[in-house]
Structures are given as structure tokens and as C-alpha cells.
């Protein structure tokens, strides 16, 4: 009785899927989904080539300070780094006296309080100390850029679809809406038309504008294009600071999981593939058995 209502409740289950799939892939046939505007004027990100991409993907350390430099000069005033300490470009090629000197002249002081009031203060930077946030709060920073909080740039290239291609398509891809976009998708007040953003239309303005906004150190020629490069190296390297470490790794395991195996295979050869296993019959194959058995058979008088 348990088994048929089981079954009856069971076969009530798949009746209503098949009911809910015909349904569901009629009404879809009937009435496909019409495709929106951002869909339509959408566009994937650029194909870029950084160094640190695939299984041996290193960073360029040149290229990573040419970013910081860009990161500092045009992208610091409204995005904070919360994730990276000061004392982090050391492993991007600054030595500990230039680690000293960028903390202390850092625009942005570390938040603090005053000892002698127990007021709210501020602080010059030191080594140890994480980026600081531009603004004081979210509120703060949404009143500074027409409600719209700049995020936080430490994991953005791990935190957006694309990575470090979407960055660099975004930075570069800010122009005039075509002719054939809807009014109603235009930019309105504060915004720019950017098609490598989801809905077209972001708040930030364009932060690269011209060739030469930076003054490379390194004397590289700094164009938008170079620029939106370099910066989008950077913040890979802000979101995996570890990655070279954990390419080293993965090929020493591999490297060593190839040599474990062609040993495993060559113990095999040498062992096990030559030795003859030292089969006993038992039961009723057994020697001794069949002896017993056709002992009783002749004492039973069976013995034909």
C-alpha cells in the first residue's frame, strides 16, 4: 500500500513538470523574448593581452608601477585600494625607502584619533597602513558623485565579468551615443554613454582623456591607450598579488605529479607485471574436496 501511493505521488510529480515544460516551452515559442536595447548596443569586452595571463603568466614590474603611477595621479581621488598596504609596492619593484616616501606624501591621510582630545583626526600614511579611502563614507562619497559610490578597486578585475579586459574596455570605450539609440536610453544628467557598460550609461567620467594626462617616470609614451593598460595590470596584480607564487606552484606540482607516475609505472613494469600469482582452488575444485566427495560416493554405493 506504502509502494502504490509512493508511486502515485511520484508519478503526480512528473505529470506536473511535463505539464509545467510544455507549458512554459509553448508559451516561449509563441511569444520569444524580445531582445532589450542594452542587449542590442552592448559590447563585449576588448581582447587584450596582459602578461600575467595562462598557466606561466608573470607580471611585468615596469608595467605595474606605470599603473600605480596612472592609479595614483588620475584614479585615487575617487577609489581606495582597502585590500593593499603601502608596504605592498615593494613587491612590484619599490624599495622600502620609496615605500616610506609615497605613504608620507600620500594626498589622502589615514583616518586617526587626536590623543590629547580624543577627537576625530587625520594622519600621514605610513608604510603599514592600507590605502585610505578618498571619502569618509558612502554617504560622503554619493554626495560627491551624483549618488553614485565609487567602488573599491582592490579585487574590481576578480569582481567584474572580463577582469582586467573589462577594465580597459571600460576606460577606453566612452563615446558619443549612435544616432539609432532610444531617447529613453540616452544619458541623462551625470552620465556617460559607455557601451561596455551593462546599462550603457555609467556616472564616472571618463578618468583617461588625453594622451600625456600622465608623465611616465619610466619615460614610456603615456596615450590613453597605454595608460588604460597599465592601469588595468595594476589592479590584476591588486586582486592577486600571490598569482605568480601560485603559477610556481602549480607547475612544480604538476612536474611532480608527472615524475610520481612514470615511477609508479616503472614499479609496475619491474614488480608487479612479471609475477605469477599462486592461484589455490577451492570449494568444491578443491583437490582434497573432490577426493572426500568421491570417497562417500563409493561408500554409499554410488561410485557408477
Request: glycine letters at 8%; one cysteine or more.
Amino acid at each position: 500500500m506504502i509502494r502504490l501511493i509512493g508511486a502515485l505521488v511520484g508519478a503526480g510529480f512528473i505529470l506536473v513538470l511535463l505539464v509545467s515544460l510544455i507549458t512554459g516551452a509553448s508559451a516561449f515559442i509563441q511569444e520569444p523574448p524580445q531582445p532589450t536595447v542594452e542587449h542590442e548596443f552592448h559590447r563585449e569586452a576588448k581582447d587584450v593581452a596582459f602578461a600575467s595571463e595562462g598557466p606561466f603568466g608573470t607580471f611585468d614590474r615596469q608595467q605595474l608601477q606605470r599603473g600605480f603611477q596612472v592609479y595614483k595621479e588620475v584614479c585615487a581621488a575617487c577609489h581606495g585600494l582597502n585590500l593593499v598596504a603601502f608596504r605592498n609596492l615593494e613587491q612590484i619593484g619599490y624599495n622600502e625607502a620609496e615605500v616610506k616616501a609615497i605613504a608620507d606624501q600620500w594626498v589622502i591621510e589615514v583616518p586617526s584619533i587626536d590623543p590629547n582630545t580624543g577627537e576625530a583626526a587625520t594622519r600621514k600614511a605610513i608604510p603599514a597602513d592600507r590605502f585610505p579611502h578618498p571619502y569618509a563614507n558612502e554617504v560622503a562619497g554619493r554626495a560627491a558623485n551624483n549618488n553614485a559610490f565609487p567602488p573599491d578597486l582592490s579585487l574590481i578585475t576578480k569582481a567584474r565579468n572580463g577582469g582586467a579586459e573589462y577594465i580597459y574596455s571600460l576606460l577606453t570605450g566612452y563615446q558619443n551615443p549612435p544616432a539609432n539609440l532610444p531617447a529613453e536610453n540616452r544619458p541623462g544628467q551625470g552620465l556617460h554613454y559607455n557601451p561596455y557598460f551593462a546599462n550603457l550609461n555609467i556616472a564616472m567620467p571618463p578618468p583617461i582623456v588625453a594622451d600625456g594626462q600622465v608623465t611616465y617616470a619610466d619615460g614610456t609614451n603615456a596615450t590613453v591607450d597605454q595608460m588604460a593598460k597599465d592601469v588595468s595590470a595594476f589592479l590584476v596584480w591588486t586582486a592577486e598579488p600571490n598569482l605568480e607564487s601560485r603559477h610556481r606552484t602549480g607547475i612544480a606540482v604538476l612536474i611532480f605529479l608527472l615524475i610520481a607516475t612514470g615511477l609508479a609505472y616503472l614499479s609496475y613494469r619491474n614488480i608487479w607485471a612479471t609475477a605469477k600469482r599462486d592461484v589455490r582452488a577451492i570449494g568444491p575444485l578443491d583437490p582434497e574436496n573432490m577426493a572426500k566427495r568421491d570417497a562417500a560416493s563409493r561408500e554409499a554405493g554410488m561410485d557408477g
